[in-house]
T-cell receptor, first 113, second 112 residues
Framework: AQSVTQLGSHVSVSEGALVLLRCNYS??????LFWYVQYPNQGLQLLLK??????LVKGINGFEAEFKKSETSFHLTKPSAHMSDAAEYFC???????????FGKGTRLSVIA | GAGVSQSPSNKVTEKGKDVELRCDPI?????LYWYRQSLGQGLEFLIY????????KSGLPSDRFSAERTGGSVSTLTIQRTQQEDSAVYLC??????????FGSGTQLSVL
């Protein structure tokens, strides 16, 4: 069974500041890990995914995440926040193949000018 | 089609009525998923179809919820005797092979 915990339902950063969104997972099998973003009034879009290749994964819009097995973490970072990054971010985990993704409760990112 | 299409985009219904939500997945995608997104609750898995295999219904919250997928393509999620706690955004997603999951824009269901 898999589960995801996202620490912080709401994170607020200043424009240009570091973005750090935290995700810890639990999985009984080697996990596949994902970050999705949901902009206001839009569907979910894949930011990046980890599938047992490189532990540092680069995604779209300057985001990246590092898989740390020892910490069971997959935190999302971006060096410099932009106003357009304001959105809801979801971390998700699955086993292999097409098994359904298990999502965290989401973190809403606000960017302050 | 170009993406996952869901209809209607918004549905307002009265408590006790039945509703049907439709999902048109990306053509050729064999896997189809339904999720429910409630405020502050993230995405809750409901049901999963893979090709001609029996669907994984383990996420359906009650027997008032059911879904079918006809001809391996279009899927319909039915909620019978709707309750106010059913109000949420219902999201459909599809995937082909080992590709990423593509989500529709969802159906916002409001039960009055």
């Amino acid at each position: 069974a898999q589960s995801v915990t996202q620490l912080g339902s709401h994170v607020s950063v200043s424009e240009g500041a570091l973005v750090l969104l935290r995700c810890n997972y639990s999985s009984s099998v080697p996990p596949y890990l994902f970050w999705y973003v949901q902009y206001p009034n839009q569907g979910l879009q894949l930011l990046l995914k980890y599938t047992s290749a490189a532990t540092l994964v680069k995604g779209i819009n300057g985001f990246e995440a590092e898989f740390k097995k020892s910490e069971t973490s997959f935190h999302l970072t971006k060096p410099s926040a932009h106003m357009s990054d304001a959105a809801e971010y979801f971390c998700a985990v699955s086993g292999s193949g097409n098994t359904p993704l298990v999502f965290g409760k989401g973190t809403r990112l606000s960017v302050i000018a | 089609g170009a993406g996952v299409s869901q209809s209607p985009s918004n549905k307002v219904t009265e408590k006790g009525k039945d509703v049907e939500l439709r999902c048109d997945p990306i053509s050729g995608h064999t896997a189809l998923y339904w999720y429910r997104q409630s405020l502050g609750q993230g995405l809750e898995f409901l049901i999963y179809f893979q090709g001609n295999s029996a669907p994984d219904k383990s996420g359906l919250p009650s027997d008032r919820f059911s879904a079918e997928r006809t001809g391996g393509s279009v899927s319909t999620l039915t909620i019978q005797r709707t309750q106010q706690e059913d109000s949420a955004v219902y999201l459909c997603a599809s995937k082909g092979g080992h590709e990423k999951l593509f989500f529709g824009s969802g159906t916002q269901l409001s039960v009055l």
